[in-house]
């Protein structure tokens, strides 16, 4: 781990995070590697659908710890990971599906940032014959990698040294001026990335080159909420790349919606607004998520609190956040929502909905998704990250 130096790893936030919540660490058996998972994973265990994040290329699951602090102290099952060393988009949604069968994860609710976005689309196109995932919030991602050309071969990332590694993902981080809440989330994600030694970093960089590209059918087909979260500031994605993302699920064509789309706007927050604008960021996740409070698929507790955004944030000890722009994706009945005061009062006042009679026969008689069961003597051991004994 790097030495802790920036604003935010010297915060009483951080350090009570680190301090209070343990990491955990599992090994399996992927072909002829050992995959390591390193994770967090906090809050009420009876709660079987949480939400799980998956970091940018820079970052480790210590960039959540603002969303893990504050939702589960309103009762949510948060997890958060780091990325195991796996060399193609393919074998980590398989050992990804081995994770959530070893933690009895049925289902989930996925955020995912920049690459972590990315892989977290791959994972619902991986399992869409048994669908896993129900619902997906996408924050300054790609649909697909050719926006990272390279002119490096491949099999060259793994011979590089360190450092090199190191300043090609740097390449991607904003510059010049900037609020001081997005550079100390700038510092803190360096931070990150100093902590990944050279074969973490040639992996990540080989999950962001390797050439592939979302096939949207597959994901718009099954019934998930989508959210796509946006910083309208700068970040580190290529012109074009947001519209992309918004024709693939925001987007309607001949009046019909192509899926259950929504667009989170923070007019700033810069590439990691999870750390620089978290209060706002965690309203949108609470509301994508209340429809499904009260179901099997809620992430969070039965009886658990229901305050305003407001609490969330006071359970962090900030102050309540600006108000962010939140709409439903257009479409011939439907128009934008209000702002975000709205949509949080929406949030703790709404009840989740009711299925119609057909439907919810539909669902009652429907079969548990099929998991990828592991046989007893290949289950791997959940275990405290020994390794991590960083003193704050």
Same mark, same amino acid.
């Given at each position: 781990m790097a030495t802790l130096r920036s604003d935010i790893s010297q915060s009483k936030e951080y350090k009570s995070f680190r301090s209070t919540i343990s990491r955990k660490r599992v090994t399996m058996h992927h072909h002829d590697d050992e995959i390591v998972w390193k994770f967090y994973?906090?809050?009420?265990?009876? @709660?079987k659908c949480p939400l799980i994040f998956l970091p940018p290329v820079s970052g480790t699951a210590d960039a959540f710890y603002k969303q893990i602090m504050a939702l589960t102290a309103l009762g949510y099952r948060c997890v958060a990971i &780091?990325?195991?060393? @796996?060399? #193609?988009?393919?074998? !980590?949604?398989?050992? !990804?599906?081995? *994770? *959530? &069968? %070893?933690?009895?994860i049925d289902q989930a609710h996925l955020f995912g940032a920049s690459l972590g976005g990315f892989l977290a689309q791959k994972f619902v196109e991986y399992t869409h014959n048994t669908q896993r995932v129900k619902s997906l919030t996408l924050c300054n991602s790609f649909t697909d990698t050719s926006i990272f050309h390279s002119t490096t071969p491949m099999f060259a990332?793994?011979?590089?040294?360190?450092?090199?590694? /190191?300043?090609?993902? %740097?390449?991607? !981080?904003?510059?010049?001026? %900037? $609020?001081?809440?997005?550079?100390? #989330?700038?510092? !803190? %994600?360096?931070?990150? *990335?100093?902590?990944? &030694?050279?074969?973490?970093?040639? #992996?990540?960089? =080989?999950?962001? =080159?390797?050439?592939?590209?979302?096939?949207?059918? /597959?994901? =718009?087909s099954q019934a998930i909420s989508i959210m796509l979260m946006e910083s309208l500031?700068? =970040?580190?994605?290529?012109?074009? @790349?947001? $519209?992309? *993302?918004? /024709?693939?699920?925001?987007v309607a064509e001949s009046n019909i919606l192509r899926s259950e789309g929504r667009l989170a706007q923070l007019k700033t927050g810069g590439q990691f607004p999870f750390l620089s604008r978290d209060e706002e960021v965690n309203m949108f996740i609470r509301v994508l998520l209340q429809p499904f409070r009260g179901t099997r698929y809620s992430a969070c507790a039965d009886g658990a609190s229901t305050n305003g955004a407001g609490s969330a944030s006071a359970s962090a000890g900030h102050s309540a956040p600006s108000s962010p722009t939140i709409a439903r994706a257009p479409s011939s009945s439907s128009s934008a929502t209000s702002p975000a005061a709205a949509a949080a009062a929406s949030a703790n006042s709404a009840p989740a909905p009711t299925p119609a009679p057909a439907a919810a026969a539909a669902a009652a008689a429907a079969p548990s998704p099929a998991r990828n069961i592991l046989k007893p003597s290949d289950k791997p051991l959940i275990e405290e990250d020994d390794e991590y004994d960083e003193t704050l």
């Open positions: 994973d906090h809050g009420p265990r009876d @709660v &780091d990325y195991p060393m @796996v060399w #193609s988009h393919e074998d !980590f949604c398989h050992c !990804f599906l081995r *994770l *959530l &069968d %070893m933690l009895s990332l793994r011979l590089m040294p360190g450092f090199m590694l /190191k300043r090609m993902i %740097m390449a991607g !981080f904003p510059d010049g001026n %900037m $609020e001081a809440e997005i550079a100390n #989330s700038v510092d !803190f %994600m360096l931070e990150q *990335l100093d902590g990944l &030694d050279r074969d973490e970093l040639a #992996s990540r960089l =080989t999950l962001c =080159t390797l050439e592939s590209y979302v096939l949207p059918e /597959k994901i =718009t500031d700068q =970040t580190a994605l290529a012109p074009g @790349v947001r $519209e992309e *993302l918004q /024709k693939y699920y925001i």
